[in-house]
């Protein structure tokens, strides 16, 4: 595992998309684990300008999202089917949209639902490369602290700081959800390269327990230090002050 300061969440966000991009250009049947949230954005930002400019066929290039809010229908203006559409599948209009994969968080059988994502990936997958975001508290997907290492596509009670981190983008609190279904930490091991993002000072201590520590379930991110192939790349504010 290696950390990298690319000095600013433009330079990283560049570099991860160019990655993305890379990928899909040379392989044309490539897997790619995709994230959600405010860190990811610049990210699809970049990634679709490098899409529009070499009109690159994307048409069996396949997608599997990290997670959805349970409760939240796909059209949710904050569920995680329509934050991927708003950045990337709308925006590029020319993916198959039957290889998009997001969790059904508005599923009647949400049980039944984590056995169907998580025999997705295995059927269709490896994924080539997974990219990852990591909340305050070390979270990777909705992967709370305490969160079994050896844990599947799964039910998640968030957390009350992942609650409040979520909170921006609804009118208020009470209207965030308290579930999600997220890929479990072993589904998240099982792509061929992994690469994470953290921008801000409030990323900062996340990523300095990262740095230091070994596997540890309080820590969920730390079990990225039993993947082969892990990159990390921070911006300043999001370097780890390590002795």
């Not at 250009?25 to 490098?50: N, P, R």
């Amino acid at each position: 595992m290696k950390i990298t300061n690319l000095g600013t969440r433009d330079y990283a966000s560049f570099y991860v998309a160019c990655e993305l991009y890379k990928q899909m250009s040379q392989q044309c049947h490539s897997k790619l684990g995709l994230a959600t949230g405010g860190t990811m954005i610049e990210v699809y930002k970049f990634l679709v300008d490098l899409l529009k400019k070499n009109k690159l066929d994307v048409s069996q290039i396949e997608t599997f999202n990290l997670d959805e809010y349970v409760g939240l229908d796909a059209n949710h203006g904050q569920s995680y089917h329509t934050y991927m559409n708003n950045v990337l599948f709308k925006r590029y209009p020319h993916f198959n949209l039957s290889l998009l994969h997001v969790p059904n968080g508005n599923a009647v059988d949400l049980d039944e639902e984590t056995k169907r994502y998580e025999y997705l990936i295995n059927q269709q997958g490896p994924v080539d490369i997974q990219i990852l975001g990591i909340g305050e508290n070390g979270h990777i997907g909705f992967n709370e602290p305490g969160t079994d290492v050896n844990s599947a596509t799964h039910i998640v009670n968030l957390t009350e700081s992942t609650i409040n981190a979520n909170s921006r983008y609804f009118e208020n609190e009470a209207e965030v959800p308290k579930q999600a279904i997220s890929m479990g930490l072993s589904t998240i091991l099982k792509a061929q390269r992994i690469i994470l993002l953290a921008f801000g000072e409030k990323k900062r201590e996340a990523i300095e327990k990262l740095a230091e520590n070994e596997v540890n379930s309080e820590v969920p991110a730390t079990i990225l230090h039993a993947h082969p192939n892990v990159e990390i790349y921070v911006d300043d504010d999001a370097a780890p002050r390590l002795k």
